[in-house]
């Protein structure tokens, strides 16, 4: 039963790093400004930041299509590639794929307890990402 709780812990915490990169990505390509009309929106409508938003990400989607129409697709799609997954990674297919974002690569590598194994596998995504 503790390992369940700590994988719903585990995954919680993936979670959050990903939205916090997403968001963060949101932001970079569309501005502060642009951000705060959206979650305005997204306030009015359904009662819900961008984070929360980007969880139920429906209603992330309906109101981006408010603002951008049918670009809103190809944003979605930056904000997704740009920060967290190397464009190229996604070209060569799903085995090799990098992560950008450090905190979120480093959360991944958590769950490998040994520290020589986990000191071995950041020095590769390191390298990886230079």
């Known amino acids: 039963m503790e390992q369940s709780t700590n994988n719903v812990e585990n995954w919680s915490a993936l979670k959050e790093l990903l939205v916090s990169s997403i968001?963060?990505?949101?932001?970079?390509?569309?501005?502060?400004?642009t951000l705060n009309k959206i979650e305005c929106r997204l306030m009015e409508l359904h009662h819900f930041s961008v984070s929360q938003s980007?969880?139920?990400?429906?209603?992330?989607?309906?109101?981006?299509?408010?603002?951008?129409?049918?670009?809103?697709?190809?944003?979605?799609?930056?904000?997704?590639?740009?920060?967290?997954?190397?464009t190229e990674s996604l070209k060569k297919g799903f085995g090799n794929l990098t992560v950008q974002e450090q905190s979120l690569a480093k959360e991944f590598l958590k769950p490998f307890a040994e520290n020589d194994k986990k000191m071995l596998l950041e020095l590769f995504s390191i390298k990886q990402l230079v």
Do not use: Y
């Open 54 to 86: 980007i969880e139920e990400f429906s209603k992330f989607d309906g109101v981006l299509r408010e603002f951008f129409g049918a670009g809103a697709t190809g944003l979605e799609s930056r904000f997704i590639q740009n920060n967290i997954i190397k």
């Open 23 to 33: 968001q963060k990505s949101i932001e970079d390509n569309l501005g502060k400004s």
